[in-house]
């Protein structure tokens, strides 16, 4: 009988343990944090970076986050015009995470421990713009475009429907803010949305992975990166046996391609919890959380999509130049500066690394300098600034996604397989909310499009693309 209820026992147990559902999420607190970390970031730069008022901040920047903290009308947030600073959280919305803007590199985000007497402590820039006046210079490198009629092979009323095709959507979700398409060098088309101008910043969201693309193929031309050779950094955490870390075979181009084989922490549903979104949006750092990730597969041979790894070659960089002087003000130096893009402000988190795999605010003229440079083969008025050898890396397909559809290259997303209405050697950046630089060499074309799209979002670039095209044959 003891024998019996003994295994009666074991079978109760075994059948409560199989209905047991591992539904639970233990990282509540952490997307608690986040989502205020986000609202924060996007208050703070869409009123002190971008400009805009607190009614289009609400109606446009926020739009797309589920619950945004309170209202135009007020609510659990704060906003310090003074300090150019914005705290969001309460007894309702959970735990205070503050943003403050900073000269010269945008709005910084900071820890929930830290409060508004902290700002001063951030980082900041300063650095002077060099000489001359944009808005007396002539475009591309100043903002003087002269009126002129289209070439005849222009078909003026078709790129005219295209914008509408662009600023009219269907869905309320899909919101463009401006468009640009340059055509052999000269703007011929540019719209902007009521309450956005060509001096409008808005964040790059991913764009942002390509600009850093171009400083990492700089110092890639010049030797003081190498594609193949491994990272060179101290991975975390430390311990004995560092050279025997498997971790060191990854390379520039491992994370390039977005193919580092390191445990994903912004994807299979952990994005606005773990990775990245900790430094984004909570004042952690970007560089720990980029190096603490363990090594689940071969480098080179899954794609994922990881902001960190982006980070892990932003780090790199900072360890080729040197000095934390020499690294701050790299990007203006080496890029931004020598191609006109004054309005661009590259972000970084409280302990002053840049956050190039999103934390960008720019305007659609300085992203349509952006890609003339690359469609003009790296050249900006006569001098070479990227090697025509760095270009076809990042147009190269990354092996990894060969059973994708070979989207994706070296921070620029390609034509995918299959799509025969556009040319297969166009490229583009991409970034959330619908950011997008499109470079089509065949066309002498580059297109922009910036929005603040929401919910299902699904702006197409690549129709884009092919809409520009009908009014600029080949």
Known sequence: MKRLLLSLAILISCASQSQ?????????????????????????????????????????????????????????????TSRKAVAIGGPQSGPVIRAAFREGIGCVVMAPNQSFDDIDSLPILKL???????????WPTGDIVKQKPHPENIDSAALLATSDWAFDRESAEQVTLSLIVI??????????????????????????????ATLFGMLVDDGRLKLDAPLGIQWLPDVEGVDNDPRNAITLRHVLNMSSGLYPVDSFGMEYATGSGLAYWAGASSV??????????????????????????????????????TYATFPRKALLDRIGMRNTLVSTDRFGDFILSSQVYTTARDLARFGLLYLQDGVWEGERLISEEWIEFVRTPAPATAHRG??????????????????????STS??????????????????????????QGFNRWDLTREVLKAIPR
């Open 431 to 456: 970034g959330n909310r619908g950011q997008y630089v499109v470079i089509v060499p065949s066309h002498d074309i580059v297109i922009v499009r910036r929005g603040l799209d929401y919910g299902r």
């Open 183 to 212: 055509h052999k060098g000269t703007i011929i088309h540019e719209r902007y949305a009521d309450g956005v101008s060509m001096m409008t910043r808005t964040r790059t969201w991913s764009t942002a992975k390509s600009i850093a």
């Open 288 to 325: 720990d959380g980029a190096r603490r990730r363990a090594q689940v597969r071969q480098p080179g041979t899954f794609w994922d999509y990881e902001n960190y790894d982006t980070l892990l070659a932003v780090y790199a960089m900072k360890l080729a130049l040197g000095d934390p002087r």
């Open 128 to 138: 002077p713009y060099p000489a001359g006046d944009p808005a007396t210079m002539p």
């Open 20 to 80: 047991q559902i591992d539904d639970f999420d233990y990282f509540t607190v952490n997307r608690t944090i986040v989502r205020n970390g986000v609202q924060a970031v996007l208050m703070c730069n869409g009123l002190f970076t971008s400009g805009r008022t607190l009614e289009q901040v609400f109606a446009q920047e926020l739009a797309y986050l589920p619950e945004p903290v309170g209202t135009v009308d007020g609510g659990e947030y704060v906003i310090d």
């Open 406 to 427: 070979n989207m994706y290259g070296g921070q620029f997303w390609l034509v995918p397989d299959g799509r025969d209405d556009v040319p297969k050697t166009a490229y």
